[in-house]
DNA sequence: CAGTTTCTGCGTACTACATACACAGTTCCT
DNA sequence: AGGAACTGTGTATGTAGTACGCAGAAACTG
């Protein structure tokens, strides 16, 4: 189930209660809950069990009330998971202040936004899951990072591609994170060498770049790499 | 979905279905289909509808049996989704004739990639829901990358992880693709805009950068930023 | 050739999930 | 006081994936 794209949903809607816009209702019944509840319970049960663990039966026995009550707050579970989306990511980092310029600076809202990531590893699932929602959190770290590269030379189109690079490369580090971190992980990283090596005539640069290590693991930062390269990259358009 | 992990799964028997290993029935009545069969329906199914639309019942329909049918071929849905990926990736580039080196060497391959992504859109979630299966024709892919670099000075490691950043900047564009084309997102991005300019003076950076055209479509190739960056940073490592 | 084994396709059934709908009770506004 | 707006709930629907066991078909065994 996966990586399903939504149907119909209200984009009004849903921005308007990522952003916090929705207005109070004034009359009826005190609601028993709050969104920012839901949230915070949402992200506590991805924490401990994965994203899969949050379903809505899931999360209203969480916070004591029936299924569809859950729907009194929010229209879907998409938006359940747009709002723990973007909940994660509180607190920018601010990184203006840091000294060396916009390279340091980079880097370091890198290895910040990597560690929400890491933080929570349902996190990728969650944002692959749905697109376009982004929500005032989501947006302030994109702010921090611009304001990084405000002072360079480069257009606001470079600056902008260049932080979406960036981010990206973030996203595929963390992939590769979670992957091997799975259960079981090593038993098919096993089998695959195996496969490998039987077939090895028919992938001569493969095989030759595993005999030289090219996969054996390593406790090199995994971010380091491709951030230098990308960086280095950055640097050469100024 | 989405983006869900599978629980249960025998890595030798999907690898082995992967790799075309699985020992011929020698008795019971004839199959009615063939792995490959079922595979090429499932991505017939797939371009035409979405990954979504690929549900077991969906495709037994489409070759005519029952449901329970299909898990005389395919221990799961998972296994599916894990053919499906890897049989797009038939006849694998060879780049390593190109004239120029390394670098036009990875860009074309890098460009080749692009296009099976793109003509097959849900190929990102089917590779998203599932990790470690990496089938034969995956895995001629990476060996072609690899061979480009091979004549290089890197390291084993320095030619694995300058592929897979590439790969993954790939998928990054792929999936920025995927957001834009789909349907109502400019209703999406006009809500966003408006939401950015009520709370420009939250972002001030951001704000700049809008306004000075950031966001603003344009016909550039997606691919080109972040691919040359990359180029650039490895060829920095030389 | 008869019996056994192995395999096929099928029907039924179970589980988990998101969510639509209507109802009864609660709070506020007029 | 009465109506409007809102809450939580129970019930029901549709769509998934897949476990289980059966009847018949093909091949191997003696």
Known sequence: ?????????????????????????????KPKLTVAELTGQGIAIADAEGLDAVSMQRLAEAVGVTTMALYRYIPGKSDL??????????????????????RPQLAAWSR?????????????????????????????WLDAAL??????????????????????????????????????????????????????ERFPALTRAVAAGAFAPTDDDPLDFGLTCILDGVAALM
């Open 81 to 102: 998971v747009d709002l723990m989306a973007d909940a994660v990511f509180v607190d920018p980092p601010t990184v203006t202040g840091i000294p060396g310029g916009w």
């Open 1 to 29: 189930m996966p990586a399903n794209r939504d149907k119909k949903r209200d984009p009004h809607a849903s921005l308007a209660l990522l952003w916090g816009e929705r207005d109070q209702p004034r009359r009826g019944p």
């Open 147 to 200: 304001a990084a590269l405000a002072p360079t030379g480069l257009s606001a189109k470079q600056q902008h591609d260049a932080v979406i690079l960036i981010l990206g490369h973030i996203r595929s580090v963390t992939q590769q994170l979670l992957d091997h971190d799975e259960a079981g992980s090593q038993e098919w990283d096993r089998l695959t060498a195996d496969l490998l090596d039987r077939n090895s």
């Open 112 to 140: 910040a936004c990597w560690d929400r990531y890491r933080e929570h590893p349902w996190l990728l699932a969650a944002i692959g899951m749905r697109r376009q929602a982004m929500g005032p959190h989501q947006v302030a």
